[in-house]
């Protein structure tokens, strides 16, 4: 569960319902209850997205935003370890050997591209093979952040339309002059409607949904690094050197005891060059 991204939208909504109530108590909600305006909004806003989107694509946005609220980042430095464990079986005992390692793989990606080098593909076709796959991701990624950036440009520009469009109704058939402030408030919860979905909501999920395809994306490209280097033969060491190029200076420093063998203890008795006698 993402609790940043529910964080900021809620704490968001409980600061503008705050705000009104400390200004005006529970009175000062009722011209927010405005039914229409949000119909008005939320409707005009799906049909523009049907219009500017296949059905199908429309009907995964769900899905989409499940991914904004449950998916967590992987982590680069894990994938990093795995490579040098692989490098280092695959050198003392051959391709074939990664085998079971390969069944155990959590990363769908890292598990084709893996299972590919103990086939025995070439390393061309491997290479074409993942970066064929990745570019796909980025477009289907792009889809998503698409989606919602229309969402967030949509809903501000529906909210000013609900709001011209009330007050044009307020005005063709105003009877009582002192009625005016009040339905011009409830043909302006329209525009507030808009504006909050648009940049509190659908325009940073839009960034959100970017955020995260990078960081796949990133992962991905240090996967098809790493195949290309464990169908090479690198060593564990050079696997390491090449692949934590990658990662953020922290991570790299947490990295190096696990990513490397670990040193013999030093025999009993004394130091190198002692009898260990008195």
């Excluded at 529906?158 to 005005?171: A, D, K, N, P, Y």
């Excluded at 390491?240 to 008795?269: C, D, F, I, Q, V």
């Amino acid at each position: 569960m993402d609790i940043a991204t529910i964080l900021g939208i809620g704490v968001g909504a409980v600061l503008v319902v705050g705000t009104v109530l400390i200004t005006e108590g529970f009175k000062g909600l009722l011209p927010f209850l405005n039914y229409e305006a949000f119909l008005i909004v939320v409707g005009l806003t799906a049909c523009a997205l049907f219009v500017n989107y296949p059905i199908s694509q429309v009907m995964g946005l769900m899905k989409v935003v499940k991914k904004v609220l449950t998916s967590a980042g992987e982590e680069t430095g894990e994938i990093v370890s795995t490579f040098v464990n692989l490098a280092r079986k695959a050198r003392a005992e051959g391709f074939l050997a990664l085998d079971t390692d390969v069944r155990n793989l959590r990363n769908d990606f890292l598990k084709r591209g893996v299972q590919l080098v103990v086939d025995g593909s070439d390393k061309e076709f491997i290479q074409n093979m993942m970066e064929t796959e990745l570019g796909f991701i980025k477009e289907r990624h792009k889809i998503g952040q698409e989606m919602f950036n229309a969402l967030g440009t949509y809903a501000p520009a529906f909210g000013i339309i609900g709001t011209v469009l009330g007050m044009i109704l307020m005005l063709s058939s105003i009877e009582d002059v002192s009625a005016v402030p009040r339905r011009m408030a409830l043909a302006l919860a329209a525009a507030f409607f808009g504006l909050s979905l648009g940049y509190l909501i659908f325009l940073p999920i839009a960034g959100k949904l970017r955020r995260r395809s990078e960081e796949e994306l990133l992962v991905k490209e240090i996967i098809i690094r790493g195949v290309l280097l464990l169908h090479s033969g690198a060593s564990p060491m050079i696997m390491e050197s090449n692949l934590k190029a990658y990662l953020e200076p922290a991570k790299r420093m947490a990295l190096t005891p696990a990513g490397r063998p670990e040193a013999p203890a030093a025999p009993a008795g004394g130091g190198a060059g002692g009898t260990g006698t008195a």
